[in-house]
T-cell receptor, first 117, second 115 residues
Framework: AQTVTQSQPEMSVQEAETVTLSCTYD???????LFWYKQPPSRQMILVIR??????QNATENRFSVNFQKAAKSFSLKISDSQLGDAAMYFC??????????????FGQGTRLTINP | GAVVSQHPSRVICKSGTSVKIECRSL??????MFWYRQFPKQSLMLMAT?????????EQGVEKDKFLINHASLTLSTLTVTSAHPEDSSFYIC???????????FGSGTQLSVL
């Protein structure tokens, strides 16, 4: 079974600075998808960024980018120019592409990000 | 964008009663819906996968007679917590996959408190 590990329960960063959230995963599959989700105090899950394992290029969405290291099974999220609205719980997630996997998401434990003004 | 509506957002019930939570895809057809449970300050744990017109697939350790899932149409899945007990108190979240699509869309969640 796939597992996702986020080793940083909490992180804090100064507004406008850059922060990196770590995520590692374990899988025997060669093709899969990785995601970062944001859960603000409203508890609504919001997709931040997604990476296909077959793509070598790191995904980027505005101020959010990932460092995907397939061999190391590492998938970190970098947030540049941090804003107060970025404060939230961040979850790393894995999804199998196989039919048996039914596209279910396996989540990491989460990292609570605080932005200091 | 696609919208998933989850209702109710918050429910308080007495121990021993049953509670039904609805998950609706408002502007798309969802062949598959997922039900997650989230304890305070913890991650989301998948409870079951619900496919329209067929029985739900439950994750290991989830009691299917306790958590009844019905996916009777392409826009509605329901989770019924039967004979609820205080330990069932949790935040329940659904997500839906659009027919023919890959993205998952999440509901806003239901906070269940069992007294």
């Amino acid at each position: 079974a796939q597992t996702v590990t986020q080793s940083q329960p909490e992180m804090s960063v100064q507004e406008a600075e850059t922060v990196t959230l770590s995520c590692t995963y374990d899988t025997s599959e060669s093709d899969y998808y990785l995601f970062w989700y944001k859960q603000p105090p409203s508890r609504q899950m919001i997709l931040v960024i997604r990476q296909e394992a077959y793509k070598q290029q790191n995904a980027t969405e505005n101020r959010f980018s990932v460092n995907f290291q397939k061999a190391a099974k590492s998938f970190s999220l970098k947030i540049s120019d941090s804003q107060l609205g970025d404060a939230a719980m961040y979850f790393c997630a894995y999804r199998s592409p196989t039919i048996q996997g039914a596209q279910k998401l396996v989540f990491g434990q989460g990292t609570r990000l605080t932005i200091n003004p | 964008g696609a919208v998933v509506s989850q209702h109710p957002s918050r429910v308080i019930c007495k121990s021993g009663t049953s509670v039904k939570i609805e998950c609706r895809s408002l502007d798309f057809q969802a062949t598959t819906m997922f039900w997650y449970r989230q304890f305070p300050k913890q991650s989301l744990m998948l409870m079951a996968t619900s496919n329209e017109g067929s029985k739900a697939t439950y994750e290991q350790g989830v009691e299917k007679d306790k958590f009844l899932i019905n996916h009777a149409s392409l826009t509605l899945s329901t989770l019924t917590v039967t004979s609820a007990h205080p330990e069932d108190s949790s935040f329940y979240i659904c997500s839906a996959r659009r027919l023919g699509g890959e993205k998952l869309f999440f509901g806003s969640g239901t906070q269940l408190s069992v007294l």
